[in-house]
């Protein structure tokens, strides 16, 4: 029987271990588990995290195997490799491939009730990979898609407008990657169309501000890698919010990568659109209203990620 107030992550590198920190003190959980194939990483990772337990809400932070995520609720998958000088794209998955079906195998075999949630780049194919090697139904294998994209393009759109960002509803869809979508056609702040919006605050040129703004959140990750080597708050906090609406059954709509079968136009490849997330994973898919621009960039983004699944 799955415990929801006790998640397992697989993978304890810089995103693994962030978002081992995050849900520890978000007080969502009564036990958190570590584990990976360094584990001695894995180890003191949980022992840093757990020092601090007479500060925040009770959780025990603890590494342990894979006999010990037979009850747990939520699974993150956070494991993976990196690209080699050299190495191909396709390479790279292959390698992500075999890393993930020695994982599988043996979470598999001791708990099938769980969530799984998929966080390793590319993390549309991988949720992919996720789905087929699992052998679990499509609603229980998400991955975090587009929630951190998606939380970009509004903190940035907020800060050009000047208005709180959680009050900027719009989209980032499709690959967590150069092919994503951003969906300006149902954009507003908070009820109040877009281009109004933006005409009202002084911006002469919405079209070219927000097609920038696009720009700036698909290169994000590049930046940041640059800057610093890694990404890992952000996509932390993402995780943060999935695992909210997992466990609270929410039924919050959020873009996570999941697989398409019908909605517009999309079938068998997962990538990020919106879906309604509870206790039992995604529920549903959105059919928003897209422009045809949109659609079609959706529809390419979508064979881009076939093309590298098959290959």
């Not at 396709?90 to 966080?119: C, H, K, P, Y």
Request: charged residues 20%.
């Amino acid at each position: 029987m799955a415990d929801m107030r006790k998640c397992g992550i697989i993978g304890t590198g810089n995103v693994g271990a962030a978002s081992a920190y995050t849900l520890a003190v978000s007080g969502l959980f009564s036990e958190v588990l570590l584990l990976d194939a360094d584990m001695h990483r894995a180890e003191g990772e949980a022992a840093d995290i757990a020092h601090g337990a007479a500060l925040r809400r009770p959780c025990r932070v603890h590494a342990g195997g894979y006999a010990d995520f037979a009850d747990c609720g939520l699974v993150i998958l956070a494991a993976g490799t990196n690209q080699r000088p050299g190495e191909t794209r396709e390479a790279l998955l292959g390698r992500n491939r075999a890393i993930l079906q020695s994982i599988l195998e043996q979470l598999t075999a001791v708990n099938r009730d769980a969530v799984l949630l998929v966080v390793s780049n590319p993390v549309d194919v991988l949720t992919g990979y996720t789905l087929e090697l699992s052998g679990f139904p499509a609603e229980r294998v998400i991955g975090s898609g587009t929630v951190l994209d998606t939380a970009r393009i509004k903190c940035l759109l907020g800060e050009k407008l000047g208005v709180d960002s959680r009050n900027v509803h719009a989209f980032m869809l499709g690959e967590h990657g150069d092919s994503e979508v951003a969906v300006w056609s149902s954009a507003n702040i908070s009820g109040a169309d877009l281009d109004d919006f933006c005409l009202a605050a002084g911006i002469d040129d919405p079209e070219s501000m927000l097609a920038s703004l696009a720009r700036e959140v698909t290169h994000a990750a590049y930046d940041i890698i640059e800057r610093k080597g890694a990404t890992c708050y952000g996509i932390a906090m993402a995780v943060r919010r999935i695992a909210e609406a997992i466990i609270r059954d929410e039924h919050a709509v959020l873009p996570v990568s999941t697989l398409a079968r019908g909605a517009y136009g999309i079938e068998g490849v997962c990538l990020g659109l919106p879906a309604v997330v509870g206790r039992s994973g995604v529920s549903q898919v959105l059919d928003l209203p897209l422009s045809r621009d949109e659609t079609e960039r959706l529809l390419a983004s979508a064979h881009k990620l076939k093309t590298l699944m098959e290959g």
